[in-house]
């Protein structure tokens, strides 16, 4: 398995920006598509973003189109989400995770990732 850290959350007011980072070790980074997914206190785990192991191809749930931007650098083993236009209601915890497959129907789907890391609180303020 491939081991996961997140950071770069916190507290950030409303239209702010926040930039997550999901560094990796233990596996070969570049033979995993890597997503963000997030849960929000009350609510179900949400699809945010993937990107394939090469990062030629991105996916992006709803919520995150046209303010979110996934990418990742292989060569640091890390895969980053840059968040813009913040709102409250994008306060959760952010999670990455890694598959060894990918698609945009697959990397939409929590089940399809085998590791996670512990998470990363974000909070926006109205």
């Known amino acids: 398995q491939?081991?996961?850290?997140?950071?770069?959350?916190?507290?950030?007011?409303a239209g702010g920006s926040l930039r997550l980072s999901c560094a990796a070790s233990g596996r070969t980074f570049s033979n995993y598509a890597?997503?963000?997914f997030r849960r929000?206190?009350?609510k179900e785990r949400e699809f945010v973003s993937a990107i394939s192991w090469s990062g030629?191809?991105?996916?992006y749930g709803d919520s995150a189109k046209g303010r979110f931007s996934i990418s990742r650098d292989n060569a640091k083993n890390?895969?980053?989400?840059?968040?813009?236009s913040l709102?409250?209601?994008?306060?959760?915890?952010?999670?990455?995770?890694?598959?060894r497959r990918s698609g945009p129907i697959l990397l939409s789907t929590a089940s399809s990732f085998g590791s996670w890391g512990?998470?990363?609180q974000v909070t926006v303020s109205s």
């Open 87 to 99: 709102k409250p209601e994008d306060t959760a915890v952010y999670y990455c995770g890694a598959a």
């Open 56 to 59: 030629s191809s991105t996916y």
């Open 78 to 84: 890390t895969v980053y989400l840059q968040m813009n």
């Open 34 to 36: 890597m997503g963000w």
């Open 118 to 120: 512990q998470g990363t």
């Open 2 to 13: 491939v081991q996961l850290v997140e950071s770069g959350g916190g507290l950030v007011q």
């Open 40 to 42: 929000a206190p009350g």
